[in-house]
């Protein structure tokens, strides 16, 4: 499916007190080890060349007050007017030195088969930064186009600076292929969000 904007940025929109209140819930909480489900090797062991993070979910509504609302802001904005039903549990996310997430798109071919999101496919995600670019070094989400020969050409590569000030995010459509580079110094805290609606007919 071609866009016309592979994403849509808003700065500065979240309050540095509750970017901070995030971080702090979330050492609060259990943090568990990210890595890929795919790219396993022979013994079965996860990749870290494709993820490395650490995550925790949750749910809280005080959160989803600050950030829901620019997520159909953004749809009717860049004018992709997706049909949208609820989002998926939020996932706050640690990249730690040498944390990363190599290229992926955040859907999948097929809908949810069971459970509260069944039959529904993920749409728009959403990425919070809920710290500085001066709080760490590298990290920088990026977005490319195009099939696996061509995604690492860098004409096609798309740096979102949008987003490098604490308390800014970015919409973009699920489909989009992205990735956070390796953090080579400091800790990039982000805040991750998936919308979710009825299949593309």
Excluded at 50 to 68: A, G, H, K, P, V
Excluded at 109 to 115: H, M, Q, V
Aim: proline content about 3%; charged content about 25%.
């Amino acid at each position: 499916m071609n866009v016309k904007y592979i994403y849509w940025a808003f700065k500065n929109v979240i309050p540095h007190r509750i970017c901070d209140d995030i971080i702090k819930y979330y050492n609060q909480k259990k943090e568990q080890e990210r890595v890929a489900f795919v790219g396993l090797t022979d013994k079965g062991d996860t990749d870290k060349k494709i993820r490395d993070s650490n995550i925790i979910w949750t749910e809280e509504l005080w959160i989803s007050r600050y950030i829901m609302p620019y997520m159909e802001i953004a749809n009717k904005a860049a004018n992709w007017n997706f049909q949208l039903n609820n989002p998926e549990t939020f996932q706050l996310t640690k990249y730690s030195v040498g944390g990363h997430y190599n290229w992926h798109c955040d859907s999948w071919a097929e809908p949810y088969k069971e459970g509260k999101w069944a039959n529904k496919i993920r749409k728009l995600s959403m990425t919070v930064s809920l710290t500085d670019k001066t709080e760490y070094e590298g990290g920088e989400l990026q977005f490319t186009h195009g099939n696996d020969n061509l995604r690492d050409k860098k004409e096609r590569i798309k740096t979102c600076e949008e987003i490098f000030s604490k308390g800014s995010l970015v919409v973009f459509p699920s489909f989009m292929w992205h990735r956070v580079k390796p953090v080579t110094k400091g800790t990039r805290y982000s805040l991750v969000i998936w919308n979710l609606g009825n299949m593309f007919v």
